[in-house]
């Protein structure tokens, strides 16, 4: 019943619309430390001028930086950012997104559209929330049965 369930939510329905994004791959690993500290997340994707995703910068990224005693306040996004980033289309289901987490391991993914221009964002805690209303509706479902 579960898998049933997982098999129909769409990850139109579950994505962050509003993405903090950065257009500027000369932006300091130190100035997207503070955004992601002021902003609570862990990722920032990197955009070109027609919204198309061209790479996203993660905490681990920055942690790697400051493991090698690299000089934040130098470093840019550009330099340590992943490039060849993974993305899902707008209309793939929720289960498509979780066998990719278990096969590739990344914990964030740049949702878009046909012509690969960012439409939102999609993290495993935003899926993890999504399983756990399945869940819950399903537990009720039950219950009144």
Known sequence: MLNNLL???????????DVVV?????TTLSEVASI???KDIGSLVVIDSNDR???IITERNIIKAIAENL???KETVGDHMNKNVETISVDALIIEVL???IEKGYEHYPIVDGEGRLKGLLSLKDISRAA?????AIISTL???
Not at 7 to 16: A, N
Not at 22 to 26: A, S
Not at 132 to 136: D, E, M, T
Request: glycine share 2%; proline share 0%.
């Open 7 to 17: 098999e129909t939510l769409k990850v139109s329905e579950y994505i962050v619309k």
């Open 22 to 26: 950065l257009r500027n791959t000369n």
């Open 36 to 38: 992601m500290a002021n």
């Open 53 to 55: 995703v061209i790479g």
């Open 71 to 73: 000089d934040l306040n």
């Open 99 to 101: 066998k990719k987490i």
């Open 132 to 136: 756990f209303r399945s869940i819950i």
């Open 143 to 145: 219950s009144t049965k």
